[in-house]
């Protein structure tokens, strides 16, 4: 096998797929082509820590999303990355988890082939799935989840197939919460199906929440509990960490 160079090249974009926030959980590749950028464009849920480490004439961009505002638009991201490609910088694309896991990445690497320039996508750890695993919970199980399904907020939630040995996870799914454990209680994994919440995982606000369909609306918002936040939903809650804050001894108990 050909080893990849260890730098972008000048004239070209390098999507970089981040990982969940720890700066540990980057690849080994995402990591040495960062460092050798001339510009990084930076989401808020990259691991931003990264960024006190480069050379001091690296021009970082930032175009961090808060929800519900959206600082920099998308076609104006798209356009940063081939302007300053296009005057011959090594540019780095920083995001968060995996560029192509609602991260938009395919847009903005289409956008850049269209214009002639070349680009490099490094995988990232989906927070989809690095997230839970900080409540202990993995998102599928030998007997217990022969497959999961990942969805942004409410769209497609009526269609998710399986019961409980299906896990849905929701990224942005805490705004519409309440309407999404409703459309999925109705069905055939019923109120009583566990159901975990993750917040700010590997931030300062890390936090788990844990209920069921039937009681996870009205206890985030008894808990306050906000976006950054992954939702898993099915019987592989139960496995969470007993240690964890609200363990799955709280579930209730089926309805
Ligand atoms: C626009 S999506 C991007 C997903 C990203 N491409 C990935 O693969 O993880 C952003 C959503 O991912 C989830 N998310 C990303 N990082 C997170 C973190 N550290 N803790 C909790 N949720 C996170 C939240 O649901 C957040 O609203």
Request: with cysteine; proline share 7%; glycine share 12%.
């Given at each position: 096998?050909r080893a990849a160079p260890v730098s972008v090249a000048p004239g070209t974009v390098a999507l970089i797929?981040?990982?969940?926030?720890?700066?540990?959980?980057?690849?080994?590749?995402?990591?040495?082509?960062?460092?050798?950028?001339?510009?990084?464009?930076?989401?808020?849920?990259?691991?931003?820590?990264?960024?006190?480490?480069?050379?001091?004439?690296?021009?970082?961009?930032?175009?961090?999303?808060q929800p519900q505002s959206h600082p920099v638009p998308q076609w104006r991201i798209n356009e940063l990355?081939?302007?300053?490609?296009?005057?011959?910088?090594?540019?780095?694309?920083?995001?968060?988890?995996?560029?192509?896991?609602?991260?938009?990445?395919?847009?903005?690497?289409?956008?850049?082939?269209?214009?002639?320039?070349?680009?490099?996508?490094?995988?990232?750890?989906?927070?989809?799935?690095?997230?839970?695993?900080?409540?202990?919970?993995?998102?599928?199980?030998?007997?217990?989840?022969?497959?999961?399904?990942?969805?942004?907020?409410?769209?497609?939630?009526?269609?998710?197939?399986?019961?409980?040995?299906?896990?849905?996870?929701?990224?942005?799914?805490?705004?519409?919460?309440?309407?999404?454990?409703?459309?999925?209680?109705?069905?055939?994994?019923?109120?009583?199906?566990?159901?975990?919440?993750?917040?700010?995982?590997?931030?300062?606000?890390?936090?788990?929440?844990?209920?069921?369909?039937?009681?996870?609306?009205a206890i985030a918002a008894a808990r306050d509990v906000r976006s950054p936040a992954v939702v898993v939903?099915?019987?592989?809650?139960?496995?969470?960490?007993?240690?964890?804050?609200?363990?799955?001894?709280?579930?209730?108990?089926?309805?």
């Amino acid at each position: 096998m050909r080893a990849a160079p260890v730098s972008v090249a000048p004239g070209t974009v390098a999507l970089i797929g981040g990982g969940p926030g720890d700066p540990e959980l980057i690849t080994v590749r995402g990591l040495r082509l960062l460092r050798s950028a001339d510009v990084v464009v930076v989401d808020r849920l990259a691991p931003r820590a990264l960024l006190d480490e480069l050379r001091d004439d690296v021009e970082i961009i930032d175009v961090g999303k808060q929800p519900q505002s959206h600082p920099v638009p998308q076609w104006r991201i798209n356009e940063l990355l081939v302007e300053r490609a296009a005057a011959g910088k090594r540019v780095a694309r920083l995001k968060g988890g995996d560029p192509f896991v609602f991260g938009r990445g395919g847009e903005e690497a289409e956008h850049c082939r269209a214009a002639g320039i070349p680009v490099e996508v490094v995988p990232g750890v989906t927070s989809a799935v690095a997230v839970p695993s900080i409540a202990g919970i993995p998102v599928t199980h030998r007997g217990i989840a022969a497959g999961f399904t990942v969805l942004a907020a409410h769209a497609g939630i009526e269609n998710v197939p399986g019961g409980r040995d299906h896990t849905v996870v929701l990224l942005m799914g805490i705004s519409g919460l309440a309407g999404s454990a409703a459309v999925l209680a109705h069905g055939i994994r019923g109120p009583g199906c566990p159901v975990a919440i993750v917040e700010d995982g590997y931030g300062e606000r890390q936090r788990v929440t844990i209920g069921t369909l039937g009681t996870i609306a009205a206890i985030a918002a008894a808990r306050d509990v906000r976006s950054p936040a992954v939702v898993v939903v099915g019987d592989v809650v139960r496995l969470a960490d007993s240690t964890a804050p609200d363990a799955p001894t709280a579930l209730e108990k089926e309805a």
